[in-house]
């Protein structure tokens, strides 16, 4: 029986971006199922970080993360970890008044957003359908950043281990159980004992806390694809920007390593799951992308599905369980997991160990009770 601190279930970029904070304080093991970290969502994402998604907390947990992504800390990585990349929401006639609450709500976080008309829009995507029954409008944020999933998650790791934690992948199936005042956590090859479990299994979080006798945060994966295909030969993408209808329906669209890639923004309820694209969906994406612009998308290059699992508010959650003394919560990061995952990390943290509420959460308005899980509980 191995004896640590803290045992995090999940090396996704939850679980791996909160170890890195708690390895520098207390003896950590991350324990992932697969044999690659981010095997699952982590590794699935758009990689994209934008403040055109989710309600306050999640915004102010974007603005937060920022100085991270801009300038990691001092041998966190060699390359770069994220890159300057505009976003620009768009918005037919009909969609208008969303394109105008969704100004209304950057507004608060980002002071490098400004309403783009017909003109400039096509000078920055010249193949968006404008005109008649096209789109009217958008906006623009210049301050967006794409992201690099991977340096990000091996960055993490490495930390972890430079503190003297572990990452343990391949773990295969594990079981929790409770032994006096310790968690007993039991994978194939080895068992480890803890005072502090941290259940940050993504999709399967509920089922691990199941598993351990903890009332389940009641959490919704829902399931999104991802396709990709070639743009027109001598059509340079490069410097598009991540490209979003205004509101939950319609579609976004990237430029990626010399594609673009494409989601319809489907939300279909499902089991915690290896994803798989359905035909349908990537059907959708295609013709998403072929109404809004004047790209032909023809053969898919790639295609791939992930889950975006969210609690019934849709806001990430930390925090020990109100009914399970050392079992502490860090699910539910919906579909802004990566570019909330410094600041869930600093919240984490500041909760684990009891500490003040971190100021850089504070200053763009993010309350403890906004993620700990006593909110969902009633
Ligand atoms: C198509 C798509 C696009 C997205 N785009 C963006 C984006 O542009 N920007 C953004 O910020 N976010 C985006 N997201 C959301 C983001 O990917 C997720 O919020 C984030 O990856 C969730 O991280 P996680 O660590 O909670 O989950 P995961 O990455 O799923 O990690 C959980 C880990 O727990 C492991 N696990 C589960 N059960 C066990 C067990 N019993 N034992 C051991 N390990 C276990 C799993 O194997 C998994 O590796 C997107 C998601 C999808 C699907």
């Known amino acids: 029986m191995r004896q640590v601190d803290i045992i995090v279930i999940g090396g996704g970029i939850a679980g791996l971006s909160a170890a890195m904070r708690f390895a520098r304080r207390a003896k950590t093991v991350v324990i992932e199922r697969e044999g690659a970290l981010g095997y699952h969502s982590s590794g699935r994402?758009?990689?994209?970080?934008?403040?055109?998604?989710?309600?306050a907390a999640v915004r102010g947990m974007t603005a937060a993360s920022r100085p991270f992504f801009?300038?990691?800390?001092e041998g966190?990585?060699?390359?770069?970890?994220?890159?300057?990349?505009?976003?620009?929401?768009?918005?037919?006639?009909?969609?208008?008044?969303?394109l105008r609450a969704l100004e209304t709500e950057m507004t608060r976080f980002t002071d490098t957003i400004h309403r783009v008309g017909?003109?400039?829009m096509l000078g920055i995507v010249p193949v968006l359908r404008t005109g008649e029954g096209g789109i009217v409008e958008g906006l623009l944020d210049t301050g967006g950043r794409k992201l690099d999933s991977d340096l990000l998650l091996q960055g993490c790791a490495k930390q972890v281990r430079a503190a003297g934690g572990e990452v343990v992948t391949d773990a295969g199936s594990l079981s929790v159980t409770r032994s006096g005042e310790r968690w007993i956590v039991e994978t194939q090859g080895t068992a480890y004992s803890?005072?502090?479990?941290?259940?940050?299994?993504?999709?399967?979080?509920?089922?691990?806390?199941?598993?351990?006798?903890?009332?389940?945060?009641g959490l919704q994966p829902l399931?999104?694809?991802?396709?990709?295909?070639?743009?027109?030969?001598g059509l340079d993408v490069s410097e598009w920007p991540f490209t979003k209808t205004a509101g939950d329906e319609g579609f976004y669209m990237l430029p990626d390593a010399g594609r673009l890639l494409a989601s319809p923004m489907d939300v279909t309820p499902t089991e915690p799951t290896d994803a798989q694209p359905e035909d349908y969906d990537v059907a959708?994406?295609?013709?998403?992308?072929?109404?809004?612009?004047?790209?032909?998308?023809?053969?898919v290059k790639t295609k791939w599905a992930g889950l975006r699992t969210f609690t019934a508010d849709k806001v990430p959650t930390a925090g020990f369980a109100p009914d399970a003394p050392g079992f502490f919560w860090l699910a539910g990061q919906g579909g802004y997991g990566l570019q909330t995952a410094p600041a869930m990390a600093l919240a984490a943290e500041a909760?684990?160990?009891?500490?003040?509420?971190?100021?850089e959460l504070a200053a763009y308005g993010v309350r403890p009770e906004q993620v700990m899980p006593d909110r969902l509980f009633g």
């Open 45 to 55: 994402s758009a990689t994209f970080s934008h403040f055109g998604i989710g309600d």
């Open 194 to 217: 803890a005072a502090i479990l941290v259940d940050a299994a993504g999709a399967w979080a509920d089922e691990i806390a199941i598993g351990a006798g903890v009332r389940p945060l």
């Open 76 to 98: 966190f990585v060699e390359g770069a970890l994220s890159i300057a990349r505009p976003a620009m929401f768009i918005a037919t006639q009909e969609i208008i008044g969303e």
């Open 223 to 233: 399931r999104r694809t991802i396709i990709g295909f070639d743009p027109p030969a």
């Open 70 to 73: 801009e300038t990691p800390p």
């Open 118 to 120: 017909p003109q400039e």
């Open 351 to 359: 909760l684990l160990f009891g500490d003040a509420w971190p100021e």
């Open 284 to 299: 959708v994406a295609a013709w998403r992308v072929e109404e809004a612009t004047t790209l032909e998308v023809g053969r």
